[in-house]
């Protein structure tokens, strides 16, 4: 039924409800009855129609609740798949990336030594023999640096940093101790000096530092 018909039959029905309400009589035209009966009956179809609608509606809305939440779920466990997925990923970068952190580790505390024994006073047979000057010296000892500070930009880029463990506790997951030694400066177990650096890797452990620690009886010794 249109809905402008349904609108005047339901307009005519309250205009009757109106009359009845006033107290004026209903009027003796047999067709006037007629109408009215016919609005009844059109009334109850239309509250017919809306429960059945209204049932269609539930329905509809029920299948679509089962059709979203099996949505969801398959959303969750997608989301699950690609969370493992890029975490082994992940993994298996870290796998094969880790060995190469470590050879450049390994260079840069060979760079270190290096630099750390031209520092050493050297005898003049040695400046001989090698027939350099103390200029000379300086440019290999500036050119060590320089690459020094090279592979070290390298390991930064890569999230690749050094612990730098003296002056704390000793904490036996980033560093292993290789000796003690007598400190009356510092409290018992403190880290007194790294022998070889330690370096973390996104905040996990690549390799452990190598340390001398504090022991207790610091400063009998002297007494």
Same mark, same amino acid.
């Given at each position: $039924?249109d ?10 029905? #309250?205009?009757?409800?109106?009359t ?5 009589e ?13 609005v009844?009956?059109? $009334? ?6 809306? +429960?059945?609608?209204?049932? /269609? ?26 969370? *493992?997925?890029? @975490?082994? @990923?992940?993994?298996? !970068?870290?796998s094969?990336?880790r060995p ?9 505390? *060979?760079?270190?030594? !290096?630099?750390?024994?031209?520092? %050493?006073?050297?005898? +003049?047979?040695?400046? *001989? ?7 000379? %010296?300086a440019?290999?000892?500036?050119? &060590? #640096? $320089?690459t020094? #500070?090279?592979?070290?930009?390298? /390991?930064?880029?890569? +999230? ?15 560093? #292993? ?9 510092? !409290?018992?177990? @403190? ?5 070889r !650096?330690?370096? &973390? ?6 390799? @452990?530092?190598? %340390?001398? %620690? ?8 002297? +007494?």
């Amino acid at each position: $039924m249109d809905d402008s018909i349904k609108q005047a039959l339901i307009d005519r029905f #309250r205009g009757y409800l109106d009359t009845v309400e006033d107290g004026e009589e209903p009027p003796d035209d047999p067709g006037e009855t007629a109408d009215l009966f016919s609005v009844l009956v059109e $009334m109850a179809a239309l509250r017919s129609e809306v +429960r059945t609608e209204s049932r /269609l509606v539930k329905e509809a809305l029920e299948q679509f609740r089962g059709v979203f939440d099996s949505l969801q779920a398959s959303q969750a466990t997608l989301q699950r798949e690609l969370d *493992r997925a890029r @975490t082994e @990923t992940r993994d298996q !970068a870290q796998s094969a990336l880790r060995p190469l952190l470590l050879d450049v580790i390994d260079l840069r505390d *060979r760079l270190v030594a !290096a630099l750390t024994l031209s520092a %050493v006073a050297r005898p +003049r047979w040695h400046d *001989r023999l090698w027939r350099r000057d103390r200029s000379g %010296v300086a440019a290999w000892q500036e050119g &060590l #640096r $320089m690459t020094l #500070r090279r592979l070290d930009q390298v /390991l930064l880029d890569r +999230r690749v940093v050094a612990t730098q463990l003296a002056g704390l506790p000793f904490d036996p997951r980033l560093a #292993r101790a290789i000796g003690t030694a007598a400190d009356s400066s510092v !409290a018992e177990g @403190t880290v007194i000096k790294e022998v070889r !650096a330690g370096f &973390l890797w996104d905040d996990q452990v690549l390799r @452990t530092a190598e %340390v001398i %620690v504090s022991k207790g009886d610091a400063g009998k010794g002297d +007494r």
